[in-house]
């Protein structure tokens, strides 16, 4: 079972045999989120963080902020695919695009390409002209900082990062208590278990093998890259 946030609070006072006058929740706190942002970021896309959102696009506009897509749910941190109704919009860069088009064009029909602007705006082009048009983004979410929902909350990561969580904010105790040598302990052990995460995520799905007679296999499947679960 994941740990939750009073868990990780526990778990470090009892290590170092202190109590919560000696360690305030804020002070704890802190390191475990030092701890799980540093987990979060270590890798630029980890695949639990893929996501999907849908909405309808409105006739004759081409810009959707983020957040209207988001609709209070998931903040978008990537866009990698937009499907149509029909099929897949193939990517344009906005560069390209405001070469052909100016971003306030009135033209619409059945968009074909889709961009990014200023990181924030989903460009659809041509604009639709059909409002009940539905539109499938998939990409990444961005991670959340779990430790300000209070005691209760767990990490928006697999319980397998608990641990370099948990060993990172140790390094940090034992850091303010000048005990250095513990410190780049934890903190190792940390960064050691993220590696080998980082690999085990990195690595390629394993082939199915299949024998056909004698010593001669053969792969049924090529080798891919399980990143991005949708392709």
Do not use: C, H
Not at 87 to 100: F, G, H, M, P, V
Not at 150 to 172: C, H, Q, V, Y
Request: proline share 6%.
């Amino acid at each position: 079972m994941a740990y939750n946030l009073q868990k990780f609070r526990d778990l470090i006072r009892l290590t170092l045999d202190l109590d919560a006058t000696d360690l305030p929740d804020t002070l704890v706190d802190e390191w475990v989120r030092d701890g799980a942002t540093r987990a979060q970021t270590r890798r630029q896309e980890w695949p639990f963080f893929q996501y999907d959102w849908t909405f309808t696009g409105v006739s004759g506009q081409s810009n959707y902020t983020f957040a209207s897509i988001e609709n209070g749910g998931e903040q978008i941190a990537e866009i990698r695919q937009v499907r149509g109704p029909s099929w897949d919009l193939r990517w344009q860069d906005i560069a390209t695009r405001d070469r052909y088009r100016s971003r306030d064009t009135n033209n619409a029909g059945s968009p074909s390409y889709w961009s990014v602007w200023n990181n924030g705006e989903l460009v659809l082009d041509p604009a639709p002209d059909n409002p009940d048009d539905t539109f499938v983004i998939r990409g990444y979410k961005k991670p959340k900082d779990w430790v300000a929902d209070g005691g209760n909350a767990t990490s928006d990561m697999p319980k397998e990062f608990d641990s370099p969580i948990l060993n990172w904010a140790l390094g940090r105790a034992y850091a303010q208590q000048d005990e250095p040598q513990t410190a780049l302990y934890y903190a190792d052990l940390s960064d050691l278990r993220l590696r080998e995460l980082v690999k085990f995520y990195d690595d390629p799905s394993p082939a199915i093998s299949v024998t056909m007679g004698g010593d001669y296999n053969r792969n049924m499947y090529p080798l891919m890259d399980p990143r991005f679960a949708w392709e």
